[in-house]
T-cell receptor, first 114, second 109 residues
Framework: EPEVTQTPSHQVTQMGQEVILRCVPISNHLYFYWYRQILGQKVEFLVSFYNNEISEKSEIFDDQFSVERPDGSNFTLKIRSTKLEDSAMYFC????????????FGNGTRLTVT | KQEVTQIPAALSVPEGENLVLNCSFTDSAIYNLQWFRQDPGKGLTSLLLIQSSQREQTSGRLNASLDKSSGRSTLYIAASQPGDSATYLCAVHTDKLIFGTGTRLQVFP
């Protein structure tokens, strides 16, 4: 069964550095999402992306964050200048259509900012 | 603003018990509701998805019900096993998934 893949599984970076988290969504999916989960907290929506543009973003998704679909397969989340509080598990998800189409999640990237 | 709450926050039971996990949401305008399992430090495994027009879904020992009008869903786990120990998350689908707070389940032998 096709799946969403995320790399790396774990990334350690120093405060102030830029990081790029990578995701390969399921190939015939059109909608892409990033979520994050700070340790011990809820899974929170960050951003949704469709037709090469952001369709919705949360208040967490400030100017430090950006998303891109640089080619036909990858979907990336960039954090420009990481802060300690960016340490979290970041999940990528995709769905075939919007609306009621189920989201399929990757296994996540654990980001640790030191 | 949609809010999703899960009760109880944590549950510890002996093996073999039947369990009910509860999820409530504040806005009934949803497409569907999904239940996930999350093992410590791991990703999200989808267990069941109930469309808004459905009342329940079953998969093996799991049964999920949905009462959209009252903003409630339950996940029933029959004959619990130690391998069921994990955090269970419900999420409602509007134009995005909104997750609940989770129920941390421990099943001991």
């Amino acid at each position: 069964e096709p799946e969403v893949t995320q790399t790396p599984s774990h990334q350690v970076t120093q405060m102030g550095q830029e990081v790029i988290l990578r995701c390969v969504p399921i190939s015939n999916h059109l909608y892409f999402y990033w979520y994050r989960q700070i340790l011990g907290q809820k899974v929170e929506f960050l951003v949704s992306f469709y037709n090469n543009e952001i369709s919705e973003k949360s208040e967490i998704f400030d100017d430090q964050f950006s998303v891109e679909r640089p080619d036909g397969s990858n979907f990336t989340l960039k954090i420009r200048s990481t802060k300690l509080e960016d340490s979290a598990m970041y999940f990528c998800a995709s769905s075939r259509q919007g609306g009621s189409s189920p989201l399929h999640f990757g296994n996540g990237t654990r980001l640790t900012v030191t | 603003k949609q809010e999703v709450t899960q009760i109880p926050a944590a549950l510890s039971v002996p093996e073999g018990e039947n369990l009910v996990l509860n999820c409530s949401f504040t806005d009934s305008a949803i497409y569907n509701l999904q239940w996930f399992r999350q093992d410590p430090g791991k990703g999200l495994t989808s267990l069941l998805l109930i469309q808004s027009s459905q009342r329940e879904q079953t998969s093996g020992r799991l049964n999920a019900s949905l009462d959209k009008s009252s903003g409630r869903s339950t996940l029933y786990i029959a004959a619990s096993q130690p391998g069921d120990s994990a955090t269970y998350l419900c999420a409602v689908h509007t134009d995005k998934l909104i997750f609940g707070t989770g129920t941390r389940l421990q099943v001991f032998p």
